[in-house]
């Protein structure tokens, strides 16, 4: 089918609009034989707050971006290669359910759908197009990925040291690398992760020993935590500077 639809008259007007939505601030979307799989509003898990995103599958990108005028406006446009995309279920939780994590060398998420069926679909098209691509490349599935983000809420005290509470003046901070919720003491040091960032970022105190002193241990994972960026900005989620 997707084939089928590569170069028809539907699939490039379809396009056609998710550019004109975009904007002129939006990168150009049509090329030969791409195909847009389909679209939807998917909750993704930013930094502050769960957020309303718009997402548009196509066979080999994902995009995504803050909705303005639903169906008529969005801005702030991101493009994900499906090549190096893989993707793992979340359990529900709360108010949080029916979620999956979009993991990528530069840059990792969870999103969550309004209803499993909907998740199912979802993840199950992903998964196609990243196959397919692969299949078609010869290429084997992306091995590394960024660390998931520990949304502020997850965490009063900072995740390595545990003495030191957040506060208006005690901000808190990312791990380029593991992704926990730090203090400034804990996280001053920064690390080339050229998959993430032409320049040295933010990581915790433990993990750029870990990064400086050889292979890393398995100890660096998350105990105890529900679960858990192409970043340059180096404190906000580059969706918007409150994520």
Same mark, same amino acid.
């Given at each position: 089918?997707?084939?089928? =639809?590569?170069?028809? &008259? ?6 056609? $609009? $998710? ?8 990168? @150009? ?6 195909v847009?799989?389909g679209e939807?509003?998917?909750t993704k =898990?930013?930094? #502050?707050? @769960? #957020?309303a995103?718009? %997402?548009f599958l %196509? ?23 499906? &090549?190096?995309?893989? !993707? ?12 999956w994590? !979009?993991? +990528? ?5 969870? $999103? ?12 199950n098209?992903?998964?196609? *197009?990243?196959?397919?691509? =692969? ?8 091995? &590394?990925?960024?660390?998931?983000? $520990?949304?502020?809420? &997850?965490?009063?005290? /900072?995740?390595?040291c ?8 005690s901000?808190?901070?990312h *791990?380029?690398? *593991?992704g926990?919720?730090v /203090?400034g003491? /804990?996280s001053?040091?920064k690390?080339l ?6 320049? @040295?970022?933010?990581? /915790? ?9 050889g ?5 660096i994972?998350?105990?105890?935590l ?5 970043? +340059? ?11």
């Open positions: 089918m997707v084939d089928r =639809l590569a170069n028809s &008259e539907a699939n490039s007007k379809r396009i056609a $609009v $998710v550019e004109g939505c975009f904007g002129a601030a939006g990168q @150009p979307l049509a090329i030969p034989g791409r847009l799989i939807g509003v998917l =898990l930013c930094r #502050k707050k @769960p #957020k995103r718009q %997402f %196509f066979n080999d990108i994902l995009v995504y971006g803050n909705i303005v005028i639903q169906k008529k406006k969005y801005n702030k446009q991101h493009i994900i290669p499906l &090549e190096s995309v893989t !993707i793992d279920t979340v359990p529900d939780e709360g108010d949080l359910r029916n979620g994590l !979009i993991k +990528t060398p530069t840059k990792s998420f969870a $999103v969550y759908a309004a209803t499993a069926t909907e998740k199912s679909e979802w993840m098209h992903i998964g196609k *197009c990243v196959g397919d691509l =692969l299949q078609k490349s010869g290429k084997s599935p992306s091995g &590394e990925h960024a660390a998931v983000w $520990v949304p502020d809420s &997850e965490a009063t005290v /900072c995740m390595r545990q003495k030191v509470k957040f506060t208006p003046v901000r808190r901070h *791990c380029r690398k *593991c926990y919720v /203090c003491p /804990c001053e040091k690390y992760l050229p998959s993430q960032s032409s320049k @040295p970022v933010r990581v /915790c105190e433990y993990c750029y020993i870990q990064l400086t002193s292979p890393r241990s398995d100890s994972g998350r105990p105890g529900k679960f858990g960026n192409n970043l +340059t900005d180096d404190d906000d989620d580059d969706d918007d500077s409150s994520d």
